[in-house]
T-cell receptor, first 112, second 114 residues
Framework: DQQVKQNSPSLSVQEGRISILNCDYTNSMFDYFLWYKKYPAEGPTFLIS?????DKNEDGRFTVFLNKSAKHLSLHIVPSQPGDSAVYFC???????????FGTGTRLQVFP | DTEVTQTPKHLVMGMTNKKSLKCEQH?????MYWYKQKAKKPPELMFVYSYEKLSINESVPSRFSPECPNSSLLNLHLHALQPEDSALYLC?????????????FGSGTQLSVL
């Protein structure tokens, strides 16, 4: 049973527009959420995170929104750039555990 | 140095072979991890070492044997693998073990078992 779900396997966005990547989770014990970005032939790299006590966290062009009641988070990238083309993984962890649970990833393609 | 280095990048082995995957980091991180990722699936945790001691074993078959010789190195010894073990094996490290820590990942070893 997948506790972290990314229902869109791929997303295509024009350069300069907003990219919105979505993630849903089922475990109400999750209290920390992260987004990782992965280029081909490289390992995932940390992008941005949010604690369950917040509903928004912003870092430059990247903003993560958390809706705890809907068990939903989203990553907004604006403006999107061709270098943002990668696979984006959502991940979550529960308090006092040492495990990150990953989603299946969304492949973002930003075209000129 | 914020790198986690994994060798080899690619490995093809037969079901009777013995091989090892290696992982190294020099960030002073005290927690190191092995993940397995099959195609179009999320990375799944296999093992976690904290301060060179095995902290988590996610019920991984004994044909996978982890080893942490020192705080910078993590090995995964492979023996009598099955074709279904073919996957990308990712090593990661974090400053310490805990739910709030960010992981630094290596680029992985793509393993094919024939």
């Amino acid at each position: 049973d997948q506790q972290v779900k990314q229902n869109s396997p791929s997303l295509s966005v024009q350069e300069g527009r907003i990219s919105i990547l979505n993630c849903d989770y089922t475990n109400s014990m999750f209290d920390y959420f992260l987004w990782y970005k992965k280029y081909p032939a490289e390992g995932p790299t940390f992008l941005i995170s949010i604690s369950s006590i917040k509903d928004k966290n912003e870092d430059g062009r990247f903003t993560v929104f958390l809706n705890k009641s809907a068990k939903h988070l989203s990553l907004h990238i604006v403006p999107s750039q061709p270098g943002d083309s990668a696979v984006y993984f959502c991940a979550a962890s529960a308090i006092n555990t040492d495990k990150l649970i990953f989603g299946t990833g969304t492949r973002l393609q930003v075209f000129p | 140095d914020t790198e986690v280095t994994q060798t080899p990048k690619h490995l093809v082995m037969g079901m009777t072979n013995k091989k090892s995957l290696k992982c190294e980091q020099h960030m002073g991180h005290r927690a190191m991890y092995w993940y397995k990722q099959k195609a179009k699936k999320p990375p799944e945790l296999m093992f976690v070492y904290s301060y060179e001691k095995l902290s988590i074993n996610e019920s991984v078959p004994s044909r996978f044997s982890p080893e942490c010789p020192n705080s910078s190195l993590l090995n995964l010894h492979l023996h009598a693998l099955q074709p279904e073990d073919s996957a990308l094996y990712l090593c990661a490290s974090s400053q310490v073990l805990g739910s709030q820590e960010k992981l630094f990942f290596g680029s992985g070893t793509q393993l094919s078992v024939l």
